[in-house]
């Protein structure tokens, strides 16, 4: 068994700047872009969440929720970001864990349903999410594909 412990940043408010450091090093959006949105989410400013999976001290996998996550459909709000589980820790269920956690987090505080977009097919449709439509990120000339879950 592991000792793999899935935490919303609320829960561990001390591990802010390194989460952002990880997700900043993962993705290369700048650390205080994510450090803006886990400020507004630990002050209370908004529900959008951060979810962690820990293994001990360090951070193995991770996910946001934002308003919008780069692309033209502002009406599809708001957007799971930022999915990312180490190599080494992939193929556990740790990101479906991650995302049904954010899942059930928004919806007991009555934001339902949440979207995401990614490249990936077949993996998200086995947590429950839909593909919806094709909209356009930001910068990016192919179309990516958007996902609901309800």
């Not at 609320?10 to 400020?39: D, Q, S």
């Not at 996998?61 to 930022?82: M, Q, S, T, W, Y």
Request: charged share 30%; net charge negative; hydrophobic share 35%.
């Amino acid at each position: 068994m592991n000792d793999h412990q899935y935490i919303t940043l609320r829960e561990k408010p001390e591990l802010k700047t390194a989460a952002a450091e990880w997700f900043h090093e993962k993705w290369g959006v700048p650390a205080e872009a994510y450090l803006a949105c886990m400020n507004d989410y630990l002050a209370g400013d908004t529900e959008y969440g951060w979810y962690l999976c820990m293994d001990g001290d360090r951070i193995i996998a991770g996910l946001g929720v934002i308003e919008n996550d780069f692309h033209d459909r502002k009406d599809l709000a708001p957007n799971v970001c930022a999915v990312f589980t180490e190599e080494e820790f992939r193929g556990r269920g740790i990101a479906g864990k991650l995302l049904n956690l954010a899942v059930e987090d928004q919806r007991s505080k009555g934001i339902t349903p949440v979207y995401l977009v990614t490249d990936h097919v077949g993996f998200y449709e086995r947590y429950g999410w839909e593909f919806l439509c094709m909209v356009q990120g930001e910068d990016e000339t192919e179309m990516t594909r958007m996902y609901i879950h309800r």
